[in-house]
């Protein structure tokens, strides 16, 4: 079966700074990679997907990820965060046709610091 | 353009009730899919609903079931709740079938605890 690995349960970045998220997939073959965000009482929000092609994705709010076949990593990027951007963060995939759902992450704490 | 809504906002129960949560899909989506969110976890696929039939289901128990209606919106029926049912229930929505499937909305979630 299939799993997904966020490394860092948490991570404080200053305003202005760069920021990555680690995700590692496990499972056989190429699957469907997706980051969501999700801010207290909110539902989950998508940010990014990829499913085949250019390996370099671009996203909603200045979000980019590029996906390293040979690392099974599909990391999240932002060259300069912004104190809203403070928010859980979630790498998921999808290996079937659509109908099997997502499998997430246990998710990344990201931190602001003024 | 309303997004995915779910009902109601929060919930508590008593261990061994049954408990039914709803879903409305985004306006243009027909299929539904709900995921259940422990504290401190990401979300885990429960099931997900196609022309009002269940397509798949996740790693659950027959306690959880589910519906939808041919206005597309959805229930989740959990009985003989358990403590470890406590969670975040979140819905989401998506369009078709395939690939686009994957392309979920989800909403805000229902709180449910369990005592």
């Known amino acids: 079966a299939q799993s997904v690995t966020q490394p860092d349960i948490h991570i404080t970045v200053s305003e202005g700074a760069s920021l990555e998220l680690r995700c590692n997939y496990s499972y056989g073959a190429t699957p469907y990679l997706f980051w969501y965000v999700q801010s207290p009482g909110q539902g989950l929000q998508l940010l990014l997907k990829?499913?085949?092609?250019?390996?370099l994705v671009q996203g909603i709010k200045g979000f980019e990820a590029e996906f390293k076949r040979s690392q099974s990593s599909f990391n999240l990027r932002k060259p300069s965060v912004h104190w809203s951007d403070a928010a859980e963060y979630f790498c998921a995939v999808g290996t079937g046709g659509g109908a099997d759902g997502l499998t997430f992450g246990k998710g990344t704490h990201l931190i602001i610091q003024p | 353009d309303a997004g995915v809504t779910q009902s109601p906002t929060h919930l508590i129960k008593t261990r061994g009730q049954q408990v039914t949560l709803r879903c409305s899909p985004k306006s243009g989506h027909d299929t539904v899919s709900w995921y259940q969110q422990a504290l401190g976890q990401g979300p885990q696929f429960i099931f997900q609903y196609y022309e009002e039939e269940e397509r798949q289901r996740g790693n659950f128990p027959d306690r959880f079931s589910g519906h939808q209606f041919p206005n597309y919106s959805s229930e989740l029926n959990v009985n003989a709740l358990l403590l470890g049912d406590s969670a975040l229930y979140l819905c989401?929505?998506?369009f078709g079938t395939g690939l686009a499937a994957y392309e979920q909305y989800f909403g805000p979630g229902t709180r449910l605890t369990v005592t």
């Open positions: 990829y499913f085949s092609g250019d390996t």
């Open positions: 989401a929505s998506s």
